[in-house]
């Protein structure tokens, strides 16, 4: 529990990162963010700590306080602007786990990547020329390019403009709490107010 996933959003409500209850509890309790409730009430640390536990809760010597799932940082406002890590789980998020020659959306123990210009011909390893292939297309490419192989890509490799935290989260949310946050379009549709003219 202590090392599970709270979502941290700068003074804006933007997400801006990913932390442990453990460094969230610090954060609330130093005073540098704020806990936020399913109906976007703000709490500092004593207030939090006076709620009622739920399920999801720690228990101290002297009491048990509710596991927060949100913070909103109190003087943070800008946004992260790390760059995205070259991986092979990027790269198969980058192309939603779809073979780039087949189209065939795979599990990712079915996928593997491929060099589009092949290393052999002075292709390098990097964004712009990996991508992710089925096992048959890699076999049928080998060490051709796809135009020597008589294949086609489906879209152009390019470097990815997301951050993980927000690729990730956006493909699966861990906690309910996270939505509104994380689906700005979607809670503003279901969020506003209905007038009756």
């Given at each position: 529990?202590?090392?599970?996933?709270?979502?941290v959003l700068n003074?804006y409500?933007?997400?801006?990162h990913?932390t442990?209850?453990?460094?969230a509890f610090?954060?609330?309790?130093q005073?540098v963010a704020?806990?936020?409730?399913?109906?976007?009430?703000?709490?500092e640390?004593?207030?939090?700590a006076?709620?009622?536990?739920?399920?999801?809760c720690?228990?101290?010597?002297?009491?048990?306080?509710?596991?927060?799932?949100v913070?909103?940082?109190?003087?943070?406002?800008h946004?992260?602007?790390g760059r995205?890590?070259f991986?092979?789980?990027?790269?198969y998020?980058?192309d939603?786990?779809t073979?780039?020659?087949?189209?065939k959306?795979l599990p990712?123990?079915e996928?593997?990547?491929?060099?589009?210009?092949?290393?052999?011909?002075?292709?390098?390893?990097?964004?712009?020329n990996?991508?992710c292939?089925c096992v048959?297309?890699n076999?049928?490419?080998g060490?051709?390019?796809p135009e020597?192989?008589?294949?086609?890509?489906?879209?152009?490799?390019v470097?990815?403009?997301?951050t993980?935290?927000?690729?990730g989260?956006?493909?699966k949310?861990?906690?309910?709490?996270w939505?509104?946050f994380l689906?700005?379009?979607d809670?503003?549709?279901w969020?506003?107010?209905l007038l009756?003219?």
């Open positions: 529990m202590i090392n599970s996933a709270v979502l003074r409500y933007q997400p801006v990913v442990s209850v453990k460094r610090s954060l609330l309790y005073g704020k806990a936020i409730d399913q109906q976007y009430r703000l709490y640390f004593a207030d939090w006076a709620l009622s536990a739920t399920n999801d720690i228990t101290t010597i002297n009491r048990t306080i509710r596991v927060p799932r913070l909103v940082l109190s003087a943070y406002d946004l992260p602007r995205v890590r991986s092979r789980l990027n790269i998020a980058r939603a786990d073979c780039q020659y087949c189209g959306n990712r123990s996928l593997n990547l491929d060099h589009v210009m092949p290393r052999t011909q002075g292709g390098k390893t990097t964004w712009e990996v991508v292939s048959p297309c076999l049928k490419k060490g051709r390019t020597q192989a008589d294949m086609r890509l489906l879209k152009k490799p470097r990815p403009r997301w993980p935290l927000f690729r989260a956006s493909r949310v861990t906690y309910q709490e939505l509104p689906h700005l379009a809670a503003s549709y969020n506003v107010e009756d003219e």
